[in-house]
């Protein structure tokens, strides 16, 4: 069965330092990467995706992903984080082809200290 | 709400009893499915529906019930026999900007008394 790892569940940063979550699934096949991030009250938005091409995936609010093949990866980063970047944020994939059956991570939250 | 609306936001309910999370999209969209989230855990797939109905069970279906009647519409029941009931249920569909593209609502709050 496929599944996503994040390996930080909860990540403090002050502001202006870089980011960087972690993000492996396991699935051989083609698949599609995604991004979503929650902020405090707010709905599940998609933050960014990968379905082909560049693997260097760039989203909203400054955000980018590497899609790494060989590593079964879709690491997110941002060079300088704000305190409005405060939020959850979830790694999820889904097969290409498939059902549309999004498998998530188990989310990561992020605190950014002013 | 970008077109899908939960209802009601917050729900408390007694042990024992079943009760029905609203799900309405007019973005006439074919594809919805309804998430748990509990802290730590992600959001896991409990049903989705590809087409009107027709449905199908995810990782977690034990303890709810689904109905897919019409396009709109994607009724969540949470029935007695759900062990862990009390979670925020999330449901979504499938966007136009690509197939595998999700687009969620607000949620719902249920509480187990």
């Known amino acids: 069965a496929q599944s996503v790892s994040q390996h930080n569940h909860h990540v403090i940063l002050s502001e202006a330092a870089s980011l960087e979550l972690g993000c492996n699934y396991s699935?051989?096949?083609?698949?599609?990467l995604f991004w979503y991030v929650q902020y405090p009250g707010q709905h599940l938005q998609l933050l960014l995706k990968y379905f082909s091409g560049d693997p260097l995936v760039k989203g909203i609010k400054g955000f980018e992903a590497e899609f790494i093949k060989s590593k079964f990866s879709f690491n997110l980063r941002k060079p300088s984080v704000q305190w409005s970047d405060t939020a959850e944020y979830f790694c999820a994939v889904i097969s290409s082809g498939g059902y549309n059956k999004l498998i998530f991570g188990a989310g990561t939250r992020l605190a950014v200290h002013p | 709400d970008g077109g899908i609306t939960q209802s009601p936001k917050y729900l408390f309910r007694k042990e024992g009893q079943n009760v029905t999370l609203s799900c309405e999209q007019n973005l006439n969209h074919d594809a919805m499915y309804w998430y748990r989230q509990d802290p730590g855990q992600g959001l896991r797939l409990i049903y989705y529906s590809q087409i009107v109905n027709d449905f199908q069970k995810g990782d977690i279906a034990e303890g709810y019930s689904v109905s897919r009647e019409k396009k709109e519409s994607f009724p969540l029941t949470v029935t007695s026999a759900q062990k862990n009931p009390t979670a925020f249920y999330l449901c979504a569909i499938s966007s136009g900007s690509g197939a595998n593209v999700l687009t969620f609502g607000a949620g719902s709050r249920l509480t187990v008394l």
């Open positions: 699935y051989g096949g083609t698949v599609n």
